[in-house]
């Protein structure tokens, strides 16, 4: 009887012991339920050690299931690393290449920049992971971010594409006056966008009161906006050209970097580099 493991068991199990369920294993894995629990009773039965203890709670591992997991990151990282080593050795531009970036930069920059990319270089395929969270580049979550940043993390590499500028929009014809002296309330980011920074703006201001919306995305803030909800601050490659948006004030103290960057080990991928230039080029008429 093979009792072996082998790596998909190793993802398995970790996969199980970062979730603590198996619905939230199934969802990393990009599996069903009923897989995550088939194959880990399968293993279990395979190898003939209990690895998790089972309740209404979720899943606990028990010592051989926690020497398991602490076993199975030293693997993935092993072979995250393999993977970058492996990937920066690769001269031709083919592949699918992974790109991280949010919402409204998508939406409003991204979106027929890198249309056009895929016209350039039809050998390379796009993955495109919208998310307003920052993904773990040395964990090979994406290959490349575009991202606002005051600073870029140390151990990434990438350039300085520009700089976001925030302002503050209203409704065009909604104001009939100084917007100081409105009484318009305003629409704020939800708390789980994790804007802290226009937060503590908009309490210095001492808007915090006058909170009329919140919404956890920039095109919702936008579109919230344009309705006529209040006053809002959104970055000007998103308002700017909207014509049913007026632009009231500029809000230098919310100017942030716009960052390319990758992992040192990946930027001389062929690929990689062939979407990092190419971005870098487009982006310089557009910050």
């Not at 010592?63 to 602490?70: D, Q, S, V």
Request: aromatic share 6%; proline share 6%.
């Amino acid at each position: 009887m093979n009792n072996a493991l082998e790596w998909d068991d190793l993802r398995l199990v970790l996969a199980v012991g970062r979730a603590g369920t198996l619905t939230g294993a199934a969802k990393a894995l990009g599996v069903s339920h009923p897989t995550v629990f088939r194959r880990l009773g399968e293993m279990e039965r395979r190898i003939g050690v209990t690895l998790f203890e089972r309740s209404r709670h979720g899943y606990a591992p028990t010592p051989a299931g926690e020497e398991a997991i602490a076993a199975a990151g030293r693997v993935e990282t092993e072979v995250h690393a393999l993977e970058r080593q492996v990937i920066g050795r690769d001269l031709r531009p083919s592949g699918a290449v992974s790109v991280t970036t949010t919402d409204a930069l998508y939406g409003f920059c991204l979106a027929p920049l890198l249309a056009r990319f895929c016209s350039a270089f039809p050998g390379i395929e796009l993955n495109v992971v919208l998310s307003n969270s920052v993904l773990d580049l040395t964990e090979r979550e994406a290959d490349i971010a575009i991202r606002p940043a005051t600073a870029p993390p140390g151990h990434l590499v990438g350039r300085r594409l520009g700089v976001i500028r925030q302002s503050i929009y209203v409704r065009r014809g909604l104001l009939d006056g100084p917007w100081r002296k409105s009484t318009l309330g305003w629409i704020w980011p939800e708390r789980h966008m994790g804007y802290a920074a226009l937060e503590s703006w908009m309490k210095a201001e001492s808007h915090a009161q006058n909170c009329r919306m919140r919404v956890n995305a920039t095109p919702g803030m936008l579109a919230a906006a344009k309705h006529g909800v209040g006053l809002a601050v959104l970055p000007d490659y998103a308002a700017a050209d909207d014509p049913d948006l007026e632009c009231v004030e500029a809000v230098p103290a919310l100017d942030v970097d716009l960052w390319l960057l990758t992992h040192p080990s990946l930027r001389r991928a062929a690929r990689i580099r062939a979407l990092m230039d190419f971005v870098a080029d487009a982006a310089r008429d557009r910050f």
